[in-house]
């Protein structure tokens, strides 16, 4: 049962456009959504993250909306660099027994294009 | 401010032979969550460790098992390895107390388990 699901395997952009990358959810429960992203040999890195009362949150040229009656958020990076080429991963957020757990989607590899 | 370090990096292994796999959280952490990142797939969540005690576990068989110890560091051990362990095992740490918003999982570089 897969909570969260990025459809989206990769994607390609050209240096300077904008990114949107997409990811779905099946639990409402859920309180909080990050944006992991993750460069080869590395472990994940926070991004941005907001939580389920906010509807957007921005940092910089990141900005994630949330749409909590679609069970949709996104990504937006604006504008794309060759330095965000990575892998992107969404994780919703909830509590039980006093701590959060997380759970991740399967990712979407983000090519910037020079 | 040291990050969360995971150690050994590579490991390789013979089927049914046991591992057992090494974390240290970021300082100030108190909670450590192991992960399991398979080829081309996300990161799923194996189990988490806070005050010494397994407090929340993924869908994982009972081969998996972990240990926290008094100053936060973490293990997870697996036994009897099948070649469908191989996978990336990542640790990330996080402060109980507070939540994803103030205090995000931050993870190591992970550890490279192949099994043969």
């Known amino acids: 049962d897969q909570q969260v699901k990025q459809n989206s395997p990769s994607l390609s952009v050209q240096e300077g456009r904008i990114s949107i990358l997409n990811c779905d959810y099946t639990n409402s429960m859920f309180d909080y959504f990050l944006w992991y992203k993750k460069y080869p040999a590395e472990g994940p890195t926070f991004l941005i993250s907001i939580s389920s009362i906010k509807d957007k949150n921005e940092d910089g040229r990141f900005t994630v909306f949330l749409n909590k009656s679609a069970k949709h958020l996104s990504l937006h990076i604006v504008p794309s660099q060759p330095g965000d080429s990575a892998v992107y991963f969404c994780a919703a957020s909830g509590s039980t027994s006093g701590t959060y757990k997380y759970i991740f989607g399967t990712g979407t590899r983000l090519k910037v294009l020079a | 401010d040291a990050g969360v370090t995971q150690s050994p990096t590579h490991l390789i292994k013979t089927r049914g032979q046991q591992v057992t796999l090494r974390c240290s959280p970021k300082s100030g952490h108190d909670t450590v969550s192991w992960y399991q990142q398979a080829l081309g797939q996300g990161p799923q969540f194996i189990f988490q460790y806070y005050e010494e005690e397994e407090r929340q576990r993924g869908n994982f068989p009972d081969r998996f098992s972990g240990h926290q110890y008094p100053n936060y560091s973490s293990e997870l051990n697996v036994n009897a390895l099948l070649l469908g362990d191989s996978a990336l095992y990542l640790c990330?740490?996080?402060?109980?107390?507070?939540?994803?918003?103030?205090?995000?999982?931050?993870f190591g570089n992970g550890t490279r388990l192949t099994v043969t």
């Open positions: 990330a740490s996080s402060l109980a107390a507070a939540s994803p918003l103030n205090s995000p999982l931050h």
